[in-house]
């Protein structure tokens, strides 16, 4: 089996990728968690990303996830990292870890402080880019995450972007974008950032709403804006789950039409380890993903 790294995949190709995350009961529930991988292989994926748990939780599931799905599902696998929980031998202990199962690829974050976390964060790694930094004396390939309607932290998209271009600078090789419902965010933020001479590839992450409570959930997560046509139709169906569902796979599979005629390198889908919603989303992309991925 040939694999190659994220980079040079989306050097020759437009990429198919899903985001898992491991299992919040800790590692008992990771056989079922695993049978989903097994489905998930199914969809050919170009590859899968793990998250790593928020506080830096559940770090031990994330290698023996992105493990399993390397060296027994064979699919390049990305494991997220974030520098704010993490020591400088955390760091260590984990690239080692990588390193052993052959994981190649890390998404370097700074994560998210959670309300009942007592230590203090970011004491080494104050943001993505000192994390970048650091891990550029192991041979990683690095990404980034990136904010279409600007990182909640930020003053200005501007302000924002200036620190999406230091991620390239410390070696991001490539991007995947928040979760966004306006696809106009993404082409501002792909064009923005071309002008200030960001050159690597943007993927755009998309997370299909498939029930009312996903909604609070992507408030919550990243307040993404839902636009006034697509939020009067969510609404209208609002009683009626299983047209909910149809309604929220039917607008990914628009956004994801749209993004391809408009050149985007590849479509990471935010699956969260529901086979349903990948099966059903791919499922009505077969000729656009046979000929155009
Ligand atoms: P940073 O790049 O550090 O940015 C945070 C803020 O600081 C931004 O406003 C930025 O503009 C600003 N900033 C950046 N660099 C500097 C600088 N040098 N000086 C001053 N300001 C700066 N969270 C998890 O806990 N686990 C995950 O697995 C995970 N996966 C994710 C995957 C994707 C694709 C995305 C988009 C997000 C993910 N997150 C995850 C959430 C992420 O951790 C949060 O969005 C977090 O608030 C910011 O992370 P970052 O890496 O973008 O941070």
Redesign the pocket.
Known sequence: MIFMRIDEILNKKRTLSF?T?PPKKGLDDIDKLKATLDELAKLNPDFI????????TNSKG?VEIASYIKNHLNIESIA?????PSSYEDIDRVCAELKKNNIENI??????KPIDYESEYCKYF??????MEYLSKYDFTL?????PE?????DSLK??L???K??EEKGAKF?????FYDNEYYYRLVSEARKIGIKSPIIP?IMPLTSPKSIQRVKQ??GSTIPLNYKNMLEFYMDNPKVFKELGYNYSVYQIMDLLAKGAPGI?L?VMNNVETAKEVTGRLENVIKEYF
């Open positions: 985001e995350f990303s793990v998250t790593y748990g928020a506080g830096g994330n997220h990292l974030t520098g704010g998404l370097a974050l700074r994560g998210d104050k943001h993505a880019t000192d994390l990404g980034g995450a990136c904010y600007g990182h909640i932290e930020s302000d924002d200036v620190h999406m230091e991620k991007f995947i974008t928040q979760i992450g997560m990243c990471h935010y």
